[in-house]
């Protein structure tokens, strides 16, 4: 199942979805764990910096695309003399297994990691069919 979920390759700060750059910002990859239960596939995305309304996860047919927007921390009355940490945007795009149920998706975040619980579909029961007097 886990095997299933795909990203797509890792790439240097560049343009969203290759089109003109509304911030002029890099963007980064950021670091993904995915975790599998019997249940669900669960993914933990680090993005610090974002908010809650600067996330933005999209859905489209087997493709789900997660995108974090940061904001510039300013702190008053102090000067920065050096940094560790680059400010930019997220970017991450996996392609989902047909067993994902995507209509029962979550999300939630929580110092800086956004979680994702993709369910599992059930799997199919048999059943005995009936047959209708015609």
Known sequence: MAQELKT????????LDGGEPTRSRPVFAPRTDIYETEDNVVVLV???????EGVDITLEKRTLAIRGYAT???HDNYRQIYAEYGA????RVF???EDIDRDSIEASQKNGVLRLVLPKVAPAKARKIKLKMA
């Open 88 to 91: 930019g945007n997220y970017e």
């Open 72 to 74: 510039d921390e300013q």
């Open 8 to 15: 797509t390759e890792r790439r240097a700060p560049s343009k």
């Open 46 to 52: 680090d993005m610090p910096g974002v908010a809650s």
């Open 95 to 97: 392609t989902l297994s």
